[in-house]
């Protein structure tokens, strides 16, 4: 199951792994898949901090995830971070800080300690993600970077193939990776709707082959939908270099999520997922709660659009992390339809090694409906 993207990365199975958990990264990549981080939510001294454990945890290579949006408040303006943000925050009607701010202390989940205040802006405009392409390229194991909700600008893509890196783009629509290939990308990621985070509205069956005609012979990776070896195959069967995947990974043994907030994927059926602008301001596949539903109601405000929405949600999301056995029901949980398979906490090793097998199952499988004669 060797593909030229594996070999030109060096890693020995087409499995890509989405995470915001360094741990995840260090035990994707030992088991010979590919750990990616996502960086957005780090300032680039996070962001440091995390790539010298997982460089001190693995000699394998691994990825990072940036995001810069095709659209976003505020872009195209000469800014820096700081001068942005408090444009940016002026920007925000009081009603919605007032609205979600009502709705967790009706769920009855605590405020933060004092003096804790979350970062608002992250790393989703170009003034922000600089700084962290910069700082993915400190290390040598960093051998792709992937940029989310738009084609990386012109400069960023020259910056990361001039280290010899490969730089991808996540994608929702042959519209988008044909963008993605004529700014010069290496690779194209291909998001079906089920996916989990931002996603668009086309099934993934239906759209992995029309990305992978529409840009061969640019490499594609399948992504939305995946959690077994079966999904695997049918992939690569269709063209896709690999599988990139990211649900699969909330409630793996290394992930550090509270437990309750483990539990809460295992609970959930692939029924409860709903794509809601309520928490970034674009729509995001995530566990239809309390909260979606409110964002939803008719007196509800309008969320904004990206970035200003997640300044509005930015307190909300560390509230409901950091006392997540409180607030289940107004809990931001990004994760896509798969998270209906998800029935156990395991290592990593074992889910990639379950995907190899039941790859290797599924093309035996389709070997045997040959006539034998
Ligand atoms: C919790 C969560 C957060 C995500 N955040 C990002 C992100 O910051 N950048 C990105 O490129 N993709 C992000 N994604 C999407 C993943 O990269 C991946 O494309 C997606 O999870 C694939 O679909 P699946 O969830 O069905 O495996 C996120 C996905 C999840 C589940």
């Known amino acids: 199951m060797r593909t030229e993207l594996c070999e030109r990365l060096g890693i020995e199975f087409p499995i890509f792994a989405f995470t915001h958990c360094r741990d995840v990264v260090a035990a994707v990549s030992n088991a010979g898949g590919i750990g990616v981080l996502g960086a957005v939510g780090f300032t680039a001294e996070q962001l440091a901090i995390e790539m010298k454990w997982i460089d001190e945890h693995t000699d394998k290579p691994y990825g990072i995830d940036i995001v810069i949006p095709g659209k976003y408040e505020g872009k195209g303006e000469d800014l820096d971070a700081a001068e942005l943000e408090g444009k940016l925050r002026a920007m925000i009607p009081q009603g919605h800080r007032d609205f979600a701010r009502k709705l967790l202390a009706d769920a009855g989940v605590p405020e933060l300690p004092e003096g804790q205040k979350p970062r608002e802006l992250l790393g989703w405009t170009a003034a922000t993600a600089g700084p962290l392409v910069e700082q993915a390229l ?181 509230r409901t992390h950091r006392y997540a056995d409180k607030a289940r029901r107004v809990a931001f949980n990004p994760v896509g339809q798969i998270v209906g398979e998800i029935k156990a906490v395991e290592p990593c090793r074992d889910v990639i090694y379950r995907m190899v097998e039941e790859y290797l199952d599924a093309v035996e499988h389709l070997n045997g409906l040959q006539p034998q004669d």
């Open 138 to 318: 400190t290390s040598q194991k960093v051998k792709l970077v992937a940029n989310a909700l738009g084609t990386p600008p012109a400069d960023v893509i020259r910056e990361i193939q001039d280290s010899g890196r490969l730089v991808g783009a996540l994608c929702g629509s042959v519209k988008h990776a044909l963008a993605h290939q004529a700014a010069g990308c290496d690779f194209v990621v291909a998001q079906g709707t089920e996916g989990g985070g931002h996603t668009g509205e086309i099934g993934s069956v239906v759209l992995w082959p029309q990305v992978i005609d529409a840009v061969a012979p640019m490499p594609v990776l399948a992504a939305g939908g995946i959690g077994n070896g079966r999904q695997m195959a049918a992939a690569l069967a269709m063209g896709a270099q690999g599988v990139w995947t990211g649900s699969l990974w909330l409630a793996v043994e290394e992930a550090a999520a509270e437990p309750a907030e483990k539990q809460t994927y295992l609970d959930a059926t692939s029924h409860d997922t709903v794509r809601s602008r309520s928490w970034t301001g674009k729509p995001a596949r995530m566990l239809r709660n309390d909260w979606t539903e409110a964002w939803e109601r008719p007196d509800a405000p309008k969320p904004l659009g990206m970035p200003l929405q997640f300044m509005v949600t930015a307190e909300a999301v560390a």
